[in-house]
């Protein structure tokens, strides 16, 4: 079986979306993965157990060819082809700033480059021959635009995914350009989701809410993995390991700084310790990195994959954090965090610190599987209960693990995706 997948980032294990797909994908035999990314990043580091090609468009190349025609618009990157690229400062510039002209110039570029990026994916698609198209469903309209384009073409059915609310008005943003670009890319994400056969979503509450509004039936796809023996649940002494992993942005290094604070507090009355680690790829401003330094916080680069789940096997305490604000609550609010998943596998207690309507947080109180602070106020009393009782993480570790058995099974999850994708060549 061949599948394609337009994304914005290659599908490799240095970014969550190539991540999750991975996990997914990579339980399913027998599969030809055919990837059109449109971003200018560096194929490196790809799952060897999928058999993958890649093609990448970018804005850099598409400046390229303004300047020159001889410039190619694209290329072919097999996994071996490891380059460094110069386009990174700019991604690294929108993610800290996330100015709205920005987005608007990136769609502008595309668009005048559409029939151009449309003329050089031919070939790639045409020499792999894909049997139908898994697509994740963005709110960046050059991306659906891609996709639909692909599936007009090729007469391939397609199966979308979609893992955040980028479609409904249940937001909250004083900026009217925030609600005038909301409102402009409604239209194609309705057209890009309609044309799916089926819609998979990332949480039942994502579900019912989708599948009153689309055509295509809704299911449920998460991360999932082979639940057989559950790894043996080992405490330091003395200092409780926590290790937070992740994006901060949309106020959870708020939450997250708070939960330093009340660290920092316990510390310094508690025989038995903690000590919280950060690793993210958001870029924090010079104030905010300060604020984390005086609580002993300690916050590092993102790293690679491999490297951060051999630092988690050997912690004590996995950390997941949503915002209390109301506009960062619910830009979340549909969300399913996928690094649960790994925690689940893994056998880690989970520390979740965040508000009782998101539906990540609803779910881990549904099925007793973390320790959960749903207002600030309770952060304190979960530390005193950690550090005071050690048979509350063994307790955890456990519920960790029997939730990742019983609702993540890799075999159930790949057969229900598998069967969706032979029905629909």
């Given at each position: 079986?061949?599948?394609?997948?337009?994304?914005?980032?290659?599908?490799?294990?240095?970014?969550?979306?190539?991540?999750?797909?991975?996990?997914?994908?990579?339980?399913?035999?027998?599969?030809?993965?055919?990837?059109?990314?449109?971003?200018?990043?560096?194929?490196?580091?790809?799952?060897?157990?999928?058999?993958?090609?890649?093609?990448?468009?970018?804005?850099?190349?598409?400046?390229?060819?303004?300047?020159?025609?001889?410039?190619?618009?694209?290329?072919?990157?097999?996994?071996?082809?490891?380059?460094?690229?110069?386009?990174?400062?700019?991604?690294?510039?929108?993610?800290?700033?996330?100015?709205?002209?920005?987005?608007?110039?990136?769609?502008?570029?595309?668009?005048?480059?559409?029939?151009?990026?449309?003329?050089?994916?031919?070939?790639?698609?045409?020499?792999?021959?894909?049997?139908?198209?898994?697509?994740?469903?963005?709110?960046?309209?050059?991306?659906?635009?891609?996709?639909?384009?692909?599936?007009?073409?090729?007469?391939?059915?397609?199966?979308?995914?979609?893992?955040?609310?980028?479609?409904?008005?249940?937001?909250?943003?004083?900026?009217?350009?925030?609600?005038?670009?909301?409102?402009?890319?409604?239209?194609?994400?309705?057209?890009?989701?309609?044309?799916?056969?089926?819609?998979?979503?990332?949480?039942?509450?994502?579900?019912?809410?989708?599948?009153?509004?689309?055509?295509?039936?809704?299911?449920?796809?998460?991360?999932?993995?082979?639940?057989?023996?559950?790894?043996?649940?080992?405490?330091?002494?003395?200092?409780?390991?926590?290790?937070?992993?992740?994006?901060?942005?949309?106020?959870?290094?708020?939450?997250?700084?708070?939960l330093a604070k009340e660290?920092?507090?316990?510390?310094?009355?508690?025989?038995?310790?903690?000590?919280?680690?950060?690793?993210?790829?958001?870029?924090?401003?010079?104030?905010?990195?300060?604020?984390?330094?005086?609580?002993?916080?300690?916050?590092?680069?993102?790293?690679?994959?491999?490297?951060?789940?051999?630092?988690?096997?050997?912690?004590?305490?996995?950390?997941?954090?949503?915002?209390?604000?109301?506009?960062?609550?619910?830009?979340?609010?549909?969300?399913?965090?996928?690094?649960?998943?790994?925690?689940?596998?893994?056998?880690?207690?989970?520390?979740?610190?965040?508000?009782?309507?998101?539906?990540?947080?609803?779910?881990?109180?549904?099925?007793?599987?973390a320790l959960v602070s749903t207002n600030?106020?309770?952060?304190?009393?979960?530390?005193?209960?950690?550090?005071?009782?050690?048979?509350?993480?063994?307790?955890?570790?456990?519920?960790?693990?029997?939730?990742?058995?019983?609702?993540?099974?890799?075999?159930?999850?790949?057969?229900?995706?598998?069967?969706?994708?032979?029905?629909?060549?």
């Amino acid at each position: 079986m061949k599948i394609l997948i337009v994304s914005k980032t290659p599908l490799t294990l240095n970014n969550s979306f190539g991540i999750s797909y991975s996990n997914i994908l990579g339980g399913i035999p027998n599969l030809k993965i055919a990837n059109i990314f449109l971003r200018d990043e560096e194929v490196t580091n790809v799952d060897p157990s999928l058999d993958i090609v890649f093609f990448k468009i970018s804005e850099k190349s598409i400046l390229d060819n303004f300047k020159d025609k001889k410039n190619p618009l694209g290329s072919r990157i097999e996994p071996s082809d490891i380059k460094k690229t110069n386009g990174q400062d700019f991604y690294t510039f929108g993610r800290k700033h996330r100015w709205q002209i920005l987005y608007w110039g990136q769609e502008l570029l595309w668009k005048f480059a559409r029939s151009k990026t449309y003329h050089v994916s031919k070939d790639f698609v045409d020499t792999f021959s894909p049997d139908i198209i898994f697509q994740p469903i963005y709110y960046a309209s050059y991306i659906n635009k891609m996709a639909n384009f692909i599936k007009k073409y090729t007469g391939c059915k397609m199966v979308g995914y979609i893992s955040d609310d980028n479609y409904t008005l249940k937001k909250f943003h004083l900026s009217p350009l925030y609600w005038i670009n909301r409102f402009i890319k409604r239209p194609l994400i309705r057209k890009t989701i309609n044309n799916c056969e089926v819609l998979y979503t990332i949480t039942q509450m994502q579900k019912n809410e989708y599948s009153k509004l689309f055509k295509p039936e809704c299911k449920i796809l998460t991360k999932c993995y082979d639940f057989v023996k559950r790894p043996p649940f080992n405490l330091h002494k003395d200092t409780i390991i926590c290790i937070y992993a992740g994006g901060v942005g949309n106020g959870r290094w708020k939450t997250l700084l708070k939960l330093a604070k009340e660290i920092n507090q316990a510390n310094s009355i508690c025989i038995n310790k903690m000590k919280l680690s950060i690793y993210t790829p958001t870029p924090l401003k010079k104030r905010i990195i300060r604020q984390f330094e005086k609580q002993d916080a300690n916050l590092f680069d993102p790293i690679p994959y491999s490297e951060l789940v051999k630092i988690q096997k050997e912690s004590d305490l996995m950390i997941f954090v949503e915002s209390f604000n109301l506009r960062d609550k619910l830009d979340s609010n549909m969300s399913f965090s996928t690094k649960l998943v790994d925690f689940f596998y893994l056998g880690k207690p989970i520390l979740a610190i965040g508000p009782k309507e998101i539906a990540s947080i609803k779910y881990l109180q549904e099925n007793n599987a973390a320790l959960v602070s749903t207002n600030k106020k309770e952060i304190k009393e979960k530390i005193s209960l950690i550090i005071n009782n050690s048979t509350v993480l063994e307790n955890y570790s456990k519920n960790s693990w029997d939730c990742g058995k019983a609702k993540h099974n890799r075999k159930e999850m790949c057969e229900k995706l598998i069967d969706d994708f032979v029905q629909n060549i």
